[in-house]
């Protein structure tokens, strides 16, 4: 059986009314694929990719074949496929709505050595093809909407990379270490995100200004900082901006010269930050 992407997948059978199927990819992840669909009717034929699938349902369930068994899945359970895996996919009565992904096996191991404290060289295995884990689910659902909806590309890469963090840690074959202290190189990154706070920084530039892997950044930094990189990103923001409010300057100047997406993004996490928006913060201070 040829393997084929999962827009190849999609095209074998077009869909009806009713039907959705959005496919997108993911930059900082060297264009990884992602679906967000709701089927009625659609079904797969038998396929296989090389790359793993891993996503949950939202509404209704999905019927399919894979590891020589029937496997049904709904709401607040993660699927998983292995690279190679041969399935197929169809819809139970009512349809069903679902988030999947089609990360690599290199990307799979790169997190996995986080974890593992060691080098993986073999493909990360899951026992069980279907877990019910609403936590987790909801995890995975949150990463997948915001690189969707794209805009706060770090807020995406972190939230994936935490989603499948989880997944690897509570439904892989894979043994977990505990995390040491991490201060000096946490204290980089700081010094980093202080010095570049306006620029479109990602994990891969952070981690590489202090030696350790993106997911281990992620769990040293949250450690000795009680915040993600990104919350502490945005939080450096917040104080820069506050400070250019206070001297008068427009919020809308204001969010683009301290590396906000927009204004609207400026005013969310000014007002949750602070209680009120920039631009009351601002009019507080010119009078």
């Known amino acids: 059986m040829d393997l084929i992407t999962q827009g190849e997948a999609l095209a074998q059978n ?14 900082r992840f060297d264009g990884l694929e992602f679906l967000a669909a709701t089927f009625r009717t659609h079904a797969y034929a038998p ?4 790359t793993y699938a891993i996503g949950t349902i939202e509404v ?3 019927i399919w074949n894979a590891r020589g068994r029937r496997l049904h899945a709904t709401a607040g359970d993660i699927v998983f496929n292995h690279p190679l895996d041969i399935h197929d996919g169809a819809p139970s009565a009512g349809g069903y709505r679902y988030r999947m992904s089609y ?28 877990a019910h884990d609403p936590e987790g689910a909801a995890l995975f659902g949150a990463a ?3 690189l969707e909806k794209g ?8 939230a994936l990379l935490r989603a499948y963090a989880w997944c690897l840690a509570r439904h892989a074959d894979l ?10 190189p946490v204290a980089q990154v700081r010094a980093l995100m202080e010095a570049r706070f306006d620029e479109d920084l990602s994990l891969a530039d952070l981690a590489r200004g202090c030696g350790l892997p993106r997911h281990h950044l992620i769990r040293a930094f949250r450690r000795e900082t009680g915040f993600t990189p990104h919350a502490y990103l945005v939080d450096i923001r917040v104080r820069r901006a506050r400070e250019r409010l206070r001297r008068g300057e427009a919020p809308g100047e204001v969010a683009v010269a301290t590396g906000f997406c927009d204004q609207a993004h400026l005013t969310r996490a000014f007002k949750a930050r602070l209680g009120v928006t920039p631009g009351a913060f601002r009019a507080a201070h010119r009078s």
């Open 47 to 50: 396929h296989a990719h090389d």
């Open 103 to 130: 990360p690599t096996v290199e990307l799979m191991r790169e997190i996995a050595g986080s974890l593992s404290g060691r080098e993986i060289v073999g493909t990360p295995f899951f026992p069980a093809p279907v």
């Open 175 to 184: 043994s977990v270490r505990g995390l040491g202290r991490e201060g000096g």
């Open 60 to 62: 209704g369930c999905e």
């Open 144 to 146: 997948h909407r915001l």
């Open 14 to 27: 077009p869909l009806l009314a009713g039907e959705r199927a959005h496919l997108f990819t993911a930059r």
């Open 151 to 158: 805009g706060d590309a770090l807020a995406g890469e972190e």
